[in-house]
């Protein structure tokens, strides 16, 4: 059964919201629950001490950040949470994550990236040159004729990159700059069906679900990956970030750099869903907010239900920028034009034709009035960002609407009014 989502109760949640703000650059960060916060703030004020210790209040610390692993095991739909790792960032917990296997990669390998955000790219990068490896771009193509800018990841322009040496192949679930939803479990399989009749003999693939992961739901055993990273702080919480790495992959790939995993047995006293355990933790973390947001109490019901209300969000906003009225002013969506449920409500376009207008300039209107907030740039995925055809100005990138399911069509209102002011 599809539970329609209650976005009046999931408002009510964020003090943030209480201000009337419309927080509309959630991709850069989403706001913050209450009980996130009552969570940090108890943590800090009644059991700030060093983990592992024997005394209570050590042991209750040690608890509380332990039930942490637990829930971001759900959240990746992981095996085991010894596959999980906290770290301060995503971008932080690759770097590690490719210097940890250094050792593992070979003069020849060959890894194929996107030229989306650098957390998953970078890394990757510098671990090929320190290595003597070979990086390979899979770039995304417009899917509009009419609309250069119009860019998606597509699978055919992938598999011909695959070769008997291909050992990495490192993508996003979802663009911050385009806003698509990539397909990862059918694009993974496609990957490791063309690796094997190539004959590659091990190839890794790493999803970048940071921009994802507020939106979709992650099962990174369905899709039959090796690493997958998100950011609470973009999904309703705090600012830490969760590294999974396959079991498989953490004992065959990985050295002791990457040492902080969690131990899949405890040292837990309060085992998740046990007596006490709700008091404690139930309340408080992300994974609960999520869960609450429909009657059904399980995370594929929450997301479809995401899914379905930010569509509706999705398919305002794209209908005006893509109206011919907007179309022969010059904007230009950049990213996929159509809404659907394989489309996030990250917006991005540019001003071009023979009244061009910069990104800054669009979103500097919407500062001096104040009210909203929107953002321009490159956000990050500066290959494909300096790849858009014609070429847009890098420090200017594209103006981005980014809303999530706390978001409401009153606000895409808002947000339009200001755009029809703009390019009247
Ligand atoms: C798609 C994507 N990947 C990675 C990151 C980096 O995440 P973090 O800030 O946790 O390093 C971001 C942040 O904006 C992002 O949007």
Same mark, same amino acid.
């Not at 983990?51 to 209040?57: C, E, T």
């Not at 609309?147 to 990159?161: A, F, M, Q, R």
């Not at 979802?174 to 399989?189: D, F, H, Q, R, Y």
């Not at 919480?237 to 969760?242: D, L």
């Given at each position: 059964?599809?539970?329609?989502?209650?976005? #009046?109760? #999931?408002?009510?949640?964020?003090?943030?919201?209480?201000?009337?703000?419309?927080?509309?650059?959630? #991709?850069? =960060?989403?706001?913050?629950?209450?009980?996130?916060? $009552?969570?940090?703030?108890?943590? %800090?004020?009644?059991?700030?001490?060093?983990?592992?210790? &024997?005394?209570?209040?050590?042991?209750?610390?040690?608890?509380?950040?332990?039930?942490?692993?637990?829930?971001?095991?759900?959240?990746?739909?992981?095996?085991?949470?010894?596959?999980?790792?906290?770290?301060?960032?995503? +971008?932080?917990?690759?770097?590690? %994550?490719?210097?940890?296997?250094?050792?593992?990669?070979?003069?020849?390998? @060959?890894?194929?990236?996107?030229?989306?955000?650098?957390?998953?790219?970078?890394?990757?990068?510098?671990?090929?040159?320190?290595? =003597?490896?070979?990086?390979?771009?899979?770039?995304?193509?417009?899917?509009?004729?009419?609309?250069?800018?119009?860019?998606?990841?597509?699978?055919? *322009?992938?598999?011909?990159?695959?070769?008997?040496?291909?050992?990495?192949?490192?993508?996003?679930?979802?663009?911050?700059?385009?806003?698509?939803?990539?397909?990862?479990?059918?694009?993974?399989?496609?990957?490791?069906?063309?690796?094997?009749?190539?004959?590659?003999?091990?190839?890794?693939?790493?999803? *970048?679900?940071?921009?994802?992961?507020?939106?979709?739901?992650?099962?990174?055993?369905?899709? &039959?990956?090796?690493?997958?990273?998100?950011?609470? /702080?973009?999904?309703? =919480?705090?600012?830490?970030?969760?590294?999974?790495?396959?079991? #498989?992959?953490?004992?065959?790939?990985?050295?002791?750099?990457?040492?902080?995993?969690?131990?899949?047995?405890?040292? /837990?006293?309060?085992?998740?869903? =046990?007596?006490?355990?709700?008091?404690?933790?139930?309340?408080?973390?992300?994974?609960? /907010?999520?869960?609450?947001?429909?009657?059904?109490? $399980?995370?594929?019901? +929450?997301?479809?239900?995401?899914?379905?209300?930010?569509?509706?969000?999705?398919?305002?906003?794209?209908?005006?920028?893509?109206?011919?009225?907007?179309?022969?002013?010059?904007?230009?969506?950049?990213?996929?034009?159509?809404?659907?449920?394989?489309? %996030?409500?990250?917006?991005?376009?540019?001003?071009?034709?023979?009244?061009?207008?910069?990104?800054? $300039?669009?979103?500097?209107?919407? &500062?001096?009035?104040?009210?909203?907030?929107?953002?321009?740039?490159?956000?990050?995925?500066?290959?494909?960002?300096?790849?858009?055809?014609?070429?847009? &100005?890098? @420090?200017?990138?594209?103006?981005?609407?980014?809303?999530?399911? /706390?978001?409401?069509? @009153?606000?895409? $209102?808002?947000?339009?009014?200001?755009?029809?002011?703009?390019?009247?």
């Amino acid at each position: 059964m599809a539970h329609v989502l209650d976005v #009046a109760f #999931a408002r009510s949640q964020f003090p943030a919201l209480k201000s009337g703000f419309i927080f509309a650059e959630n #991709a850069g =960060g989403s706001q913050i629950t209450q009980s996130s916060i $009552d969570l940090i703030v108890d943590y %800090l004020a009644n059991t700030n001490v060093q983990l592992g210790a &024997d005394y209570s209040v050590s042991v209750t610390a040690t608890e509380r950040v332990y039930s942490a692993a637990e829930d971001a095991r759900k959240l990746l739909g992981a095996a085991d949470k010894g596959e999980i790792v906290f770290g301060p960032s995503s +971008t932080a917990n690759l770097e590690n %994550l490719a210097r940890g296997m250094e050792e593992s990669i070979q003069a020849g390998d @060959e890894f194929i990236i996107t030229g989306e955000h650098e957390a998953n790219c970078g890394p990757w990068k510098k671990l090929a040159a320190r290595r =003597g490896a070979v990086v390979k771009y899979w770039h995304s193509t417009p899917t509009n004729p009419n609309n250069p800018y119009s860019l998606s990841l597509k699978v055919e *322009d992938l598999l011909p990159l695959i070769s008997a040496k291909t050992r990495i192949v490192a993508f996003t679930a979802a663009s911050n700059l385009l806003g698509s939803v990539v397909p990862v479990e059918a694009i993974t399989k496609a990957v490791r069906a063309e690796a094997a009749a190539k004959g590659a003999t091990k190839v890794e693939v790493s999803i *970048d679900c940071v921009a994802y992961a507020p939106h979709r739901r992650i099962d990174v055993q369905a899709w &039959d990956i090796d690493f997958c990273v998100f950011s609470f /702080y973009k999904v309703y =919480g705090p600012h830490i970030s969760a590294l999974y790495v396959r079991a #498989a992959s953490l004992s065959s790939s990985v050295s002791s750099l990457v040492h902080h995993f969690l131990p899949s047995d405890g040292p /837990y006293k309060l085992q998740p869903g =046990g007596p006490g355990y709700e008091a404690l933790y139930g309340t408080t973390s992300v994974l609960p /907010y999520l869960l609450s947001l429909t009657p059904a109490n $399980d995370l594929a019901a +929450t997301f479809a239900a995401i899914a379905a209300h930010e569509t509706t969000l999705a398919e305002k906003l794209l209908g005006y920028l893509t109206a011919p009225a907007q179309v022969a002013r010059g904007l230009r969506v950049v990213g996929v034009e159509a809404p659907s449920t394989d489309r %996030l409500p990250t917006v991005s376009f540019v001003v071009v034709g023979d009244r061009p207008m910069g990104s800054k $300039d669009v979103v500097r209107v919407f &500062d001096r009035r104040g009210g909203i907030g929107i953002r321009y740039g490159h956000f990050y995925a500066y290959t494909t960002a300096s790849r858009l055809p014609p070429p847009v &100005d890098l @420090e200017e990138g594209a103006v981005r609407v980014s809303l999530v399911h /706390y978001n409401t069509l @009153e606000e895409v $209102d808002a947000i339009i009014k200001v755009f029809e002011e703009i390019f009247a």
